[in-house]
Each structure stands twice: as C-alpha cells, then as structure tokens.
Nanobody
C-alpha cells in the first residue's frame, strides 16, 4: 500500500517562499512519476508540476513556470515543490500524487493512482 505524506504548507506573505515535501512509502518510488496538484474550494483539482523517474522529465503549468521547482530525492523517497515569489492566487490545498505506470507523464489527475492527504498553502496579500 503506497502512502504519501505531504508537509511544509503554511501561511506566507506574497512574494515569499515555501518548500513542500512529500514522503512516499510502500511502493516503488524510483520508478514512479510524481506530481503536485492543487485545489481551492468549489474548483476542480488542477495540475501544478510533475517529474519523471530519475528526474529525467519536468512539466509545469504555465501559472507557476519560473517560480516553482519540482525535484526528487530517490534515496529519501521524497519529492519536493519549491515555491518562490508566491502570489495570493497560489492559495490552495496542495496534493502530492504518484503514478504506478512509469511510462505515463501526464497532467491528468486520472493518471495518478496514489494521493496524499494534502497540505494547506495560504498566501496573504
């Protein structure tokens, strides 16, 4: 049973930074595509960033390009999301997700089988 546990969320002023972490256990982390998604109330969950196994591919939604960086440490079974120059519109619950299929590299939430419980990020103006 794959388990994903996010941490690092919190309250930050606009222009500030946060680093989210997602610790994985119970699966083959090294071969998994990992993704970050976010959701605000009354809206659908949206793709933020993804990273292929070994970090060989990266993808970001346009809204965060140049500000957010996704990375992974396979020795620690952890994926990170470094968020710089945060804006109030980045406020959301952020979710970590893992795909079982190493060939998939997708922005669709349906491609990810395992999800964390989410961590709240609030950016004040």
């Amino acid at each position: 049973q794959v388990q994903l546990v996010e941490s690092g969320g919190g309250l930050v002023q606009a222009g500030g930074s946060l680093r989210l972490s997602c610790a994985a256990s119970g699966g083959t982390f090294r071969t998994s595509t990992m993704g970050w998604f976010r959701q605000v109330p009354a809206k659908e969950r949206e793709f933020v960033a993804a990273i292929r196994r070994t970090g060989s591919g990266l993808d970001y939604t346009d809204a965060v390009k140049g500000r957010f960086t996704i990375s992974r440490d396979d020795a620690k079974n952890t994926v990170y999301l470094l968020m710089n120059t945060l804006k109030p519109e980045d406020t959301a619950v952020y979710y970590c997700a893992a795909s079982d299929n190493p060939l998939l590299f997708s922005r669709s939430g349906a491609s990810y089988r395992h999800w964390g419980q989410g961590t709240q990020v609030t950016v004040s103006s």
